[in-house]
Nanobody, 120 residues
Framework: QVQLVESGGGLVQAGGSLRLSCAAS????????MGWFRQAPGKEREFVGS????????YYTDSVKGRFTISRDNAKGTGYLQMNSLKPEDTAVYRC?????????????WGQGTQVTVSS
């Protein structure tokens, strides 16, 4: 399986921006779709959005549409989550995940997560 490592989390004020990165290794990154998830304390894990293997198709949950953008650079083996207009309710541990092409978006690899904290 592909191994994933997130980076880029931190503390930001409401209205600010952060860009998370998800570095892949071990397998050909372009063989996988990628997704981002988040989990706030005391809450269930929430799907944030996904991007297909080529980067030509993205999907977002309603709460982040227009504020978050998922992209990828297959040459670098890295995916990104650009987060703008951040709100305190975006505070969570963010994790990236990979799903092999043809697996019907079955998430087989996960990163360890990176903390995002948005202060009001």
């Amino acid at each position: 399986q592909v191994q994933l490592v997130e980076s880029g989390g931190g503390l930001v004020q409401a209205g600010g921006s952060l860009r998370l990165s998800c570095a892949a290794s071990g397998r050909t990154f372009s063989n996988y779709g990628m997704g981002w998830f988040r989990q706030a304390p005391g809450k269930e894990r929430e799907f944030v959005g996904s991007i297909n293997w080529s980067g030509g198709s993205t999907y977002y949950t309603d709460s982040v549409k227009g504020r978050f953008t998922i992209s990828r650079d297959n040459a670098k083996g890295t995916g990104y989550l650009q987060m703008n207009s951040l709100k305190p309710e975006d505070t969570a541990v963010y994790r990236c995940a990979a799903a092999r092409i043809g697996s019907n978006w079955s998430w087989s690899s996960w990163g360890q997560g990176t903390q995002v904290t948005v202060s009001s």
